[in-house]
Each structure stands twice: as C-alpha cells, then as structure tokens.
C-alpha cells in the first residue's frame, strides 16, 4: 500500500497544489487546516509523513510538532517543515522542535518528493529494527548478523558509539536505528554534518553563542548539543572536526557539560553522542590530526560498517531488492533484471558502496525500455588493482583523483540527476566539504 501523508495547512491553494503533486507521485494524502485538526487525524489515522506549515492560526508548526512529538502514539511520524521563512534561527526551531527535515518555500518539487522518499524508507527501515525484522535498511541487506547484533546490544546502554565506514555503506542508518531503539527514542535525534560547518562557525553550531559573543551574533543561539537534549546527537563526519572543536567536544563529553561561545555560564548536557566517520580515526591520531584522547573518547563501542566490495556474495540480492524498490518509486514494472548486470555489479568495486549501487540501478531503470533490467553500458571499464603499486601516492590523494575524475565526467555539476553528489553517493555539501578539504577547483 503506498504512504500517506498529512498535508498540515491553512491556505487551501497550497494544499490543492501539494495533493495533486503527491497524488502523481503515487502517495495518499490526508490535510488539515490547523494544528488542533493535525493533532486529531495524526492520532485517528497514523499517516506515514506529515508535511507541516508553521505559520498558522492558532497553534502555530512549532508547538504542533512539539506535541507530536510529545504524545508516544505520534512521536514516531517523521514531520517535515514547509515555510517561506529561511532564517537560520527558525531552521534550528524547527529541528529542535523534533522534526526531521525543512524546505522553504517556493520549493522544488523533484527535490521535495525525493526528500519525502528519503525520510518515509528511513522510517521503514528503522521500524524494521524496532520490530526485530531482518534487515536494517538496503544497505544492511545480507551476511551482516554481526552488525545487527552490535545494534541491539548497543540500544538499550547510554554508551557513546563511533560508527565507521566507507561513505554509502549506512552509517546514519545504523545511528537511526540505535536511537529508535533505545530508551531515548522519545528524544530528539539532531543530526550534524561536520564536515560542511564552515570553520569559524563550527563551535557556535554545536555549543552555541550568546549574543554578541562575535561580529554577527544578533541574538543567543542554541547549539546542536542543547537542541538533542534527553535525546541523541549524531555527528557525521565527526574527523573534519577543526582541532579547537575537538577541544571543546572532549571537554563536553567528559564533563557533561558546556559552555556557549562567549559565555560564562555552564549547562547541564543529557546527550547521547554517537559520532560517524569514513577516515581512519585511529590513524590521524596517530599521525597527530585527530586528538587521541577523544578519539579513545569516542570509540567506546566501535560498529565497523564493510564495504560492498568486501561482501560481494550480498550484491545479486541488493541488486533485485533495489531494483524491485526503485521500480516501486518510478512507476515502472520490473519483470527481471538482466544476468550480465548482476555479473558485471557483482564484479565492480562499488567505491560509493550501496548509495553508489542504488543510483546506477535507478539510471538503469529509467534507461531501459522494457520490464527488462539492463543497463550494463553504465558500468565504467574495471579499475585496475590500485593496491599492488601503492607508491603511486597515499589514500587521500587516490580519494582526490577519483572524485577530480566524477566531476569532470559529470562537466563539474555538483547537484541534480546527472550530478556528480548523486553519482558519488553523497549530499552535495558532504562533496563540497571534501572538495575544500582535498583543495579540489574546477579547472578552466
């Protein structure tokens, strides 16, 4: 049965326009006029989303979410904010208020709908775990007891978790899945991406800063740490960390406590931290670019994510669940999927892992004329064996190479279908992020 999504609204043209939108999209929808009617339905219907306007009559978005979120038969409905304000400031309510995502209007269609799939899968896959079931997500899909053993031992604990693997392999996936698991789920889940926090601003996003505290500071902001208060922070990415940042994170961590820029005060912290990487963090701290006391800090349990390259015997079957999943999304029947597909995906190296794999099954898909999955042209030639000639430089200038090469092919678009984020696997401010860091530019 497709999801159904409750369209939150008190302008009846917005709500004609966003149900014809997802009624094309294959979606039910469900609408309120007003917070007090959202509340209602959420509890009679359980919708699957719930699209949320904040400036409303009487209770506004914000205290609407907050109660959804307050209530257990509610909490769990993903709720994404539609609104024409883009302050930053509100942005941060929104997520502090417990909702999963934010779009401002006029908003993008094609980016909305692909949002919505994004965070309705997350939801699926995490109710999966909840229950037990026997997978956790696409990317976990196969010989992976181990890490869904990891999971269930870790959930119920308090314990600080580093979650690492290559990009694409599931890591916030696994984060989703602890939180919604543990005694927390009624909590918060803040997710920040470290590496696209511009640098001067990294301590204010996570701490927070006091007005005035720099040139810009208008008003008191609360960081992402007070924001997950009696929930869970996660922090992707958490090696781009500028050492000063890190700084600070061990003394939260250790002390329970924080500071926000250009503050005197100290606040009480009751966060769980559970911190993601694709870098080796035990070897920047031992080249000394990472603390070594908070990298111990961190890896209080470690669930090491394998690459899709490693678990090859996993790929026939990713590939006929993914394609059976994109079919779904598409609209498009699926009668079987090419043998010398599965061949040549069960040979490729899959350097963006299941994202990777996901995205050329979707091209193949909408490629193909048929019900027949083909597509085996989108394959680029095999790579030859990197690891025998390792002189040829170090792993960060092989990662630089590689991305140079996506980007050049892609005419160096970052975002949309055919852009080089999507062919990589990653959010284009997760590839801006490694651009800067590997002092990638387009070449004129």
Known sequence: MEAEILIVDDEPANVDLLEQELADAGYRTVSAPSGEKALEISRQKQPDLILL????????????????????????IPVIFLTALSDSFQKVRGFGAGAVDYVTKPFDNEELLARIRTHLGLRREIQKVVRGGESVGDALIGNLSEVRAQI???????????????????????????????????????????AALPHE???????????????????????????????TLLLDEVGELTPEAQAKLLRVLQERSLERVGGMKTLPVDVRVIAATN????????????????????????IV????????GDIPRLVQHLAEKAARRLGRELEAVSPAFVERAAAHDWPGNVRELENVI???????????????????????????????????????????????????QIEGERGAARILGLNPSTLRGRMRKLGIKKTS
């Open 362 to 412: 979707e091209r193949a898909l909408i490629m193909s004329g048929g019900a027949l999955l083909d597509g085996t042209d989108l394959f680029s030639p095999p790579a030859r064996n990197t690891a025998a000639t390792p002189a040829e430089g170090t792993l960060e200038s092989l990662e630089r190479a590689y991305i140079v090469r996506v980007l050049e092919g892609a005419g160096w």
């Open 279 to 302: 870098r080796d963090l035990q070897a920047l701290a031992g080249a000394g670019r990472f603390r070594a006391d908070l990298y111990y800090r961190l890896n209080v349990f470690p």
């Open 53 to 76: 306007d904040v400036m409303m009559d009487g209770i506004d978005g914000y205290e609407t979410c907050r109660r959804l979120k307050a209530a257990a038969a509610t909490r769990a």
């Open 201 to 231: 601003l990294v301590e204010s996003e996570l701490f927070g800063h006091e007005k005035g505290a720099f040139t810009g500071a208008l008003q008191q902001r609360r960081g992402r740490f007070e924001l997950a208060e009696g929930g």
């Open 152 to 194: 269930a031992q870790v959930a119920p604990t308090d314990s600080t978790v580093l979650i690492q693997g290559e990009t694409g392999t599931g890591k916030e996936l696994v984060a989703r899945a602890i939180h919604e698991s543990s005694a927390r789920r009624g909590g918060p889940l803040v997710a920040v991406n470290c």
């Open 305 to 312: 994510l394998p690459p899709l390259r490693e678990r090859r």
